[in-house]
């Protein structure tokens, strides 16, 4: 039970500072911010379960993503595009909340451009008991050229996984001149 407690205590704390991101982004950034520098918000109002089909194979993250701050970028059906002409430096942070439907199992989160996973930024944990809740939290800077296509996947070790994901939260923000 104190794991629990303690997992959704971290995912409080990380949900907080992201609300208070996201106050900061549209009362703020947005409103000042220079030409052509994108930033993302998003988060999962509902929880999802996501099959891991194959076993170290990335899956897009299920679910209706809410972007509630879209600047620079589109989203396309599953992923988000980058529209401005000029190429940029993203600084993506996430937070997961999760559970597993078996023991012991390995789950990590990337940020797949153009359809390859950032296998060497990965975030992960190991949940050792199925149902518990386990959270995840991610940091990854990327080169942004218009037309790249950014999206969030989810991988484990174990062929049929479920993974259900209880919370998300992402943020993007440009960065350089």
Do not use: C
Not at 111 to 117: D, Q
Not at 146 to 171: A, M, P, Y
């Amino acid at each position: 039970m104190k794991k629990l407690k303690a997992s959704w205590l971290v995912f409080g704390v990380v949900f907080a500072l992201s609300l208070a991101t996201i106050w900061v982004v549209r009362h703020t950034y947005a409103a000042y911010m220079p030409s052509e520098n994108g930033v993302v918000f998003a988060y999962l109002p509902t929880p999802t379960n996501t099959t891991i089909t194959t076993g170290g194979d990335y899956y897009p993250i299920a679910g209706a993503f809410v972007n509630d701050v879209l600047v620079g970028w589109s989203f396309v059906t599953d992923h988000i595009e980058y529209d401005y002409d000029k190429p940029r430096g993203h600084l993506f942070a996430w937070s997961m909340a999760f559970s597993t439907d078996g023991p012991l199992t390995t789950v990590y989160v990337a940020i797949e451009l153009n359809g390859t996973a950032r296998e060497a930024q990965r975030m992960g944990t190991i949940a050792k008991t199925a149902g518990d809740v386990y959270t995840v939290t991610g940091i990854d800077l990327v080169e942004i050229s218009k037309g790249d296509e950014i999206q969030l996947v989810i991988t484990s070790d174990g062929d049929g996984d479920v993974i259900t994901v209880n919370h998300f939260v992402t943020i993007a923000v440009s960065i350089g001149a």
